[in-house]
């Protein structure tokens, strides 16, 4: 019987295009805004070491947590919480944080000048911003810092535990922010796997000997 109805359903070519749209709508989230990405779409950032996959995540994590319009000024955010996986146990926090702020800032006019290695924020490192003593919303500030929720694993039985209570960590999420977690990372998952990999060989010749 449920085959039947779901055969004789009579849908368009607009309609479903109309319905699809609405249930996974695209994903307007720079810098990976270039893709036609859509909610639910899994994308992997593949390069050498120092090609700022890491930098481009922050940047993705930042125009989800910044809100869209706060005060008067315009941020262009999603307003939604991010969860961000550390598997290399290096990322460096107060560069988020360093980030953000500039990007606060950049939207309320507090910074008019910027040189060119600044305007391109796809390679834009941490390091190389500048020390600003210009006042940022405060409140603001903290806000979005709740909504980048951090986790680190320091090997793969703590990934594994991580991905088995994903689903209950993700509904408190859910229930303290009343917002659901829009965007998961995972960060540096390649090189996780080469080390996992070379610790257990290690270990192994080792209990052989």
């Known amino acids: 019987m449920e085959a039947k109805r779901w055969i004789d359903v009579d849908e368009s070519?607009?309609?479903?295009?109309a319905r699809v749209s609405t249930e996974r709508p695209f994903l307007l989230l720079p810098p990976l805004h270039r893709l036609p990405l859509r909610?639910?779409?899994?994308?992997?950032l593949v390069g050498p070491s120092p090609s700022s996959k890491t930098l481009i995540l922050i940047q993705a994590a930042i125009s989800c947590i910044l809100p869209k319009e706060w005060n008067g000024a315009h941020y262009g955010g999603l307003e939604r919480p991010v969860m961000f996986i550390?598997?290399?146990?290096?990322?460096?926090?107060?560069?988020?944080?360093?980030?953000?702020?500039?990007?606060?800032?950049?939207?309320?006019?507090?910074?008019?000048?910027?040189?060119?290695?600044q305007d391109n924020v796809d390679t834009q490192s941490c390091h190389k911003i500048?020390?600003?003593?210009?006042?940022?919303d405060v409140e603001l500030y903290a806000l979005c810092m709740r909504r980048f929720l951090y986790v680190r694993c320091y090997d793969s039985f703590e990934f594994l535990a991580t991905l088995k209570t994903l689903y209950h960590q993700l509904n408190e999420v859910k229930e303290e922010q009343r917002s659901s977690v829009y965007l998961l990372m995972i960060d540096s998952i390649g090189a996780f796997?080469?080390?996992?990999?070379?610790?257990?060989?290690?270990?192994?010749?080792?209990?052989?000997r």
């Open 193 to 208: 796997h080469w080390i996992e990999r070379a610790l257990t060989l290690s270990l192994s010749r080792n209990t052989n």
């Open 130 to 136: 500048r020390k600003s003593h210009i006042a940022y």
């Open 13 to 17: 070519a607009a309609e479903m295009l």
């Open 39 to 44: 909610v639910g779409n899994v994308v992997e």
């Open 86 to 117: 550390d598997l290399d146990c290096r990322f460096d926090i107060s560069c988020l944080s360093k980030m953000l702020k500039q990007r606060m800032m950049e939207a309320t006019g507090s910074i008019v000048e910027r040189n060119q290695e």
